[in-house]
């Protein structure tokens, strides 16, 4: 089983669109039945509204705990509001109340307590998605507004998808990346074999691309890079070709700005379903060719 994970510096570089594209790629050819998806950009996950799959099971996903405080036990002393430091016990109506989005679980204010009133508790921030795509099963994610820990919901949607690869013997997972350098990537990345980075031909685009690479060769999974809205700013492009060409990183591929691709979206739809003469469309099928071969190599 191999895992690709399609990555970029920052939000907006057109990830999930190649995610998508490679999808339809990957279903048309020797990975057809053999492939599951993961959207692991559990902040702003929008994969499924390219694919329109069908949900199939959905599970809570719990992480951290905030403070509760039993009112019958509260003898209202103030010792909690003046030990937290986040201003997340405010003062109501004669009774001390905990703000679930200020609270940062600390739990000073447990310790603080005289009469044992406040206790943690586990709590709610998301979902665990597994949906049934035209491609093959997806597995997908979100965060309640609000809430943290999103590297712990893409390690735990990698780690079902993994279990659902290798209990069907799937022999491709290809996993649509958060974007940026953080925890979540780093979550994403983990054990890949290999990444993908998406960019554009800009300057931000370029920094944005070192940042994302140095934080892929450190994990040690080989990288490669595809440059979107490559005949914007081709001075830019040479750019990034230069960097990439230093650093020994292979660039499979441009693909040409094509509003084909908004169109696609807007039908929901991959730009290589939707319209597979496209510019983008034909740039993006000899990238996955070229993507491909790598992973089979």
């Not at 999808?23 to 499924?48: I, K, P, S, T």
């Not at 009469?115 to 979902?127: R, V």
């Not at 739809?269 to 003469?277: Q, R």
């Amino acid at each position: 089983m191999k895992q690709l994970v399609i990555l970029s510096g920052k939000g907006g570089t057109g990830k999930t669109s190649v995610t998508a594209a490679f999808a339809h790629l990957a279903a048309q050819g020797r990975f057809a039945g053999q492939m599951l998806l993961v959207d692991a950009d559990v902040d702003a996950a929008n994969l499924e509204l390219v694919l329109q799959p069908d949900v199939l099971d959905s599970q809570p996903f719990r992480g951290g705990q905030i403070a509760v405080i039993d009112q019958d036990r509260c003898v209202t002393c103030g010792d909690c509001e003046s030990v937290c430091r986040f201003d997340a016990i405010i003062e109501s109506k004669g009774q001390f109340v905990i703000d679930p989005i200020a609270c940062d679980g600390c739990a000073a204010c447990v310790y603080q307590c005289p009469t044992a009133s406040i206790s943690m508790q586990e709590q709610t921030i998301g979902e665990c998605t597994l949906s049934e795509s035209r491609y093959g099963s997806l597995h997908h994610a979100h965060l309640y507004p609000g809430q943290e820990n999103s590297g712990k919901l893409v390690t735990q949607v990698r780690q079902r998808a993994r279990q659902q690869a290798l209990d069907k013997q799937r022999q491709l997972v290809i996993v649509d990346g958060p974007p940026g350098i953080g925890c979540p990537v780093i979550a994403a990345v983990s054990g890949a074999d290999l990444a993908l980075l998406v960019t554009e031909p800009t300057v931000a685009g370029l920094h944005d691309l070192r940042r994302a690479l140095q934080t892929v060769q450190h994990f040690g999974v080989p990288a490669l890079v595809c440059i979107n809205k490559a005949d914007v700013y081709p001075a830019g492009t040479q750019d990034i070709e230069d960097a990439c060409r230093a650093q020994g990183i292979t660039t499979v591929g441009q693909i040409p700005f094509d509003l084909t691709i908004a169109s696609a979206m807007i039908a929901g739809e991959s730009v290589t379903a939707f319209c597979p003469d496209a510019p983008a469309s034909l740039a993006l099928s000899a990238i996955w060719e070229r993507v491909a071969a790598v992973l089979s190599a």
